[in-house]
């Protein structure tokens, strides 16, 4: 059973402070993903990684970082937290080489900058 | 740029009733996928389609998907208060998938 699993459920960050969102997954999957969750607009892709060291940025990158050290880990940077950075944030895994490249999600983690 | 539109965006229904969610998009996309959120949870895959004409069905749950049409829908046959939720439909660009608004199921007894 894949798991992946997010380090907070619930953080509360002061502007300007830089924020670390770990993600882990324990099923050796190749490709790991950053989302933002907003009501009325979906998940957004934030940035993904397809491998160790490699990241490509998805559709709104701006004001955030990532890394990706290990396979198995994931981490979404914020470098100076701000308030419309409040959001829902998900990872997500997936294998690089199974035919439907289904996405498995975390629990998410309930950022709020006050 | 794939882009996904789901409607209804907000949906009541009593149980028993049939309904279907829509969900298009804009250009050629991979796959499609459905994911169902259950409040303050994560999202969990429901059905993934991968080539036209292809139809799946789990319980009271069915997805088709018409490529031609750029066109997924999920149905629901004789709906319970248990599948009310959020139901995501998404495209893919592999890796990458992008996301519809969601729709927010409410099925009332």
């Known amino acids: 059973d894949v798991k992946v699993t997010q380090s907070s459920r619930y953080l509360v960050k002061r502007t300007g402070e830089k924020v670390f969102l770990e993600c882990v997954q324990d099923?050796?999957?190749?490709?790991m993903f950053w989302y933002r969750q907003d009501p009325g607009l979906g998940l957004r892709l934030i940035y993904f990684s397809y491998d160790v060291k490699m990241k490509e940025k998805g559709d709104i990158p701006e004001g955030y970082s990532v890394s990706r050290e290990k396979k198995e880990r994931f981490s979404l940077i914020l470098e100076s937290a701000s308030t419309n950075q409040t959001s829902m944030y998900l990872c997500?895994?997936?294998?690089?080489?199974?035919?439907?490249?289904?996405?498995?999600f975390g629990p998410g983690t309930r950022l709020t900058v006050t | 740029e794939l882009k996904v539109e789901q409607n209804p965006l907000f949906l009541s229904m009593q149980e028993g009733k049939n309904y279907t969610i829509y969900c298009n998009y804009s250009t050629t996309s991979d796959r499609l996928y459905w994911y169902r959120q259950d409040p303050g949870k994560s999202l969990e895959s429901l059905f993934v389609l991968l080539s036209n004409g292809a139809v799946k069905q789990e319980g009271r749950l069915m997805a088709s998907l018409d490529t031609k049409a750029r066109l997924s829908t999920l149905h629901i046959t004789a709906a319970v208060h248990d599948l009310s939720a959020t139901y995501f439909c998404?495209?893919?660009?592999?890796?990458?998938?992008?996301f519809g608004q969601g729709t927010r199921l409410t099925i009332n007894p």
């Open positions: 099923m050796d999957h190749e490709n």
């Open positions: 997500a895994s997936s294998l690089r080489d199974k035919a439907t490249y289904e996405q498995y």
């Open positions: 998404a495209g893919s660009v592999l890796p990458k998938l992008v």
